[in-house]
């Protein structure tokens, strides 16, 4: 079992579909990072979990909504998307200055 | 000015050459430099890790920091095709949350 586990890998969706992104980490950290990477550009900090709570939201729009219900599991909910949200998803736990990266979720949005 | 910057290639090196890969930051505040190693459909994996200025050596990667500059290099010796993936500089601040990385160096070896 990797340290991160992402679900799924890949995920095609409509602009009207409401789907969830799942992460799962192994490592017992306690931080939870959602990172969108798209080509060409650096990675995009979205949501930072410390202990189950929200301690960074970095101005991502409202059609992305994280969810972490343990320091375990983290979520990220996805409603009414556009077509330049197509991207890698990456889900990062945070341990020892280090962050640990799950293998991704790559999104296509038509 | 974007806080960290790098070229995102790609470079194409013939194998054994010595690949240098580099970043340039903006804030003299950041204190931990990593270097990540990105193969395709995989997601980021630590490679080096290093806080001061001056080199870190761990096999055939040499990572080195220049505070003074706020450059950071990765040097590969004896690259081969395996090493052919993208390569990520971040940079992180202690008692925050926030790493900020560069676009990444997407590198060739060829056999």
């Known amino acids: 079992e990797t340290g991160v586990t992402q679900t799924p890998r890949h995920l095609v969706m409509g602009m009207t579909n409401k789907k969830s992104l799942k992460c799962e980490q192994h490592?017992?950290?306690?931080?939870m990072y959602w990172y969108k990477q798209s080509a060409k550009k650096p990675l995009e900090l979205m949501f930072v979990y410390s202990l189950e709570e929200r301690v960074e939201n970095n101005s991502v729009p409202s059609r992305f909504s994280p969810e972490c219900p343990n320091s375990s599991h983290l979520f990220l909910h996805l409603h009414t998307l556009q077509p330049e949200d197509s991207a890698l998803y990456l889900c990062a736990s945070k341990g020892g200055g280090e962050l640990f990266f799950g293998e991704g979720s790559r999104l296509t949005v038509l | 000015q974007k806080e960290v910057e790098q070229d995102p290639g790609p470079l194409s090196v013939p194998e054994g050459a010595i690949v240098s890969l580099n970043c340039t930051y903006s804030n003299s505040a950041f204190q931990y430099f990593m270097w990540y190693r990105q193969y395709s459909r995989k997601g980021p994996e630590l490679l080096m890790y290093t806080y001061s200025s001056g080199n870190k050596e761990d096999g055939r990667f040499t990572a080195q920091v220049d505070k003074s500059s706020k450059y950071i290099s990765l040097f590969i010796r004896d690259s081969q095709p395996s090493d052919s993936a993208t390569y990520l500089c971040?940079?992180?601040?202690?008692?925050?949350?926030?790493?900020?990385f560069g676009t990444g160096t997407r590198l060739k070896v060829l056999a």
């Open positions: 490592l017992g950290h306690n931080a």
């Open positions: 971040a940079i992180h601040t202690s008692g925050t949350y926030k790493y900020i």
